[in-house]
């Protein structure tokens, strides 16, 4: 099976579904143009938004190359008391409904999302273990966790049992705020590795612009240690990241990356142009193609991922 790992569910609450959006400031652009990218209608930030963006990933799975994707809950962020920041977040999107929808939509698999700090941590892991959970998704940066903090041992290693691999966000992050940016380093994922947890390092801490730490050369080391520990390749069509694509091809490690999009993030096959991974004609064929899920996966066959990269995340997931 071809698997899209990294697929992030847009929703605004508009069918009832606990979802919530607030972007604020140069935010409120940025997601109107992804949402413009993707070929949704003007206004659907504020629109019928659920179900429009939900309609629109689901004929973009039917109609790629990939047989599923997963899709990606959003918690709220919580201080190591475990209390809830009201106004720290810009989007939410339930546990309950990604389980949900997975249930509803044989394409979609669900990963949830919990805070660790949240009082109730693992009564909702039991809750999501129970109800099917493929995989946990966390910005550490963004949400605000130290992973490597001990107290969340118990949590991690519950993690660990229920056989629920981990994907972190690392390096730097421009979508959304950012609470605390020591925690996009990947040495902040040594406890749950250390737990035994499958850790799929997002965007593998590939640098994001020029100025940001070379986290993919740390992420290979660590994985010289770390036989549980992946990468995926996920927002990689971007102008700085995808001059990361070569060193994971060139790495003795290249087995170890799994293919995610970040949908809807724009996939731009522009950028892998610019850095010679692709030629003149591949670029016009690739840009012609309007699904971004297709096209994503495109940009990565021609540039030399071979079959494994697209299915290796079936070998990963929890499947029930
Ligand atoms: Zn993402």
């Known amino acids: 099976m071809k698997i899209d790992l990294h697929v992030h569910l847009v929703g605004n ?6 979802a919530w959006l607030r972007p604020r400031g140069i935010h409120i652009y940025l997601y109107q143009y992804m949402l413009h990218q993707l070929g949704l209608p003007a206004g659907s930030l504020k629109g019928d938004l659920d179900e429009i963006f939900l309609q629109k990933l689901l004929l973009d799975v039917r109609e790629s190359s990939m047989d599923a994707a997963v899709i990606l809950a959003m918690d709220d962020i919580y201080d190591e008391q475990g209390n809830v920041h009201e106004n720290q977040g810009v989007f939410h999107i339930p546990n309950e409904h990604v389980l949900k929808l997975a249930k509803l939509h ?6 949830v999302s919990i805070h660790p700090h949240r009082r109730d941590a693992l009564e909702e892991l039991e809750k999501c273990i129970e109800g099917g959970a493929a995989l946990l998704k ?8 130290n992973c ?3 107290k969340l041992t118990k949590f991690w290693s519950h993690l660990s049992e229920a056989g629920i691999p981990f994907l972190p966000h690392t390096g730097s992050e421009h979508t959304l705020p950012v609470m605390n940016k020591a925690w996009e ?14 850790v799929i390092a997002a965007h593998s801490a590939a640098k994001n612009a020029p100025w940001d730490e070379d986290g993919l ?7 010289e240690k770390y036989p549980n520990l992946y990468g995926d390749t996920s927002a990689f069509n971007l102008p700085w990241r995808s001059s990361a694509y070569r060193r994971i091809l060139k790495s003795e490690f290249r087995e170890r990356f799994v293919h995610g999009s970040d949908y809807p993030v724009p996939i731009q096959a522009i950028w892998p142009r610019v850095w010679g991974l692709i030629d003149g004609e591949q670029h016009r064929e690739i840009a012609k193609t309007g699904n971004s899920l297709e096209r ?3 940009i990565k066959k021609a540039i030399g991922f071979e079959e494994g ?3 290796r995340a079936g070998t990963l997931l929890r499947r029930k």
Request: aromatic share 6%; charged share 20%; net charge negative.
């Open 13 to 18: 609450g508009s069918s009832g579904n606990g």
């Open 138 to 145: 966390l910005l550490p940066n963004v949400h605000n966790v």
């Open 148 to 150: 490597s903090d001990r």
């Open 185 to 198: 380093d990947p040495r902040s994922l040594e406890l749950p590795l250390e737990c035994g947890v499958t």
């Open 217 to 223: 050369t740390t992420l290979f080391r660590m994985m």
């Open 106 to 111: 044989p394409e979609l698999i669900p990963a």
């Open 309 to 311: 990269h697209f299915t």
């Open 296 to 298: 994503d996966y495109q």
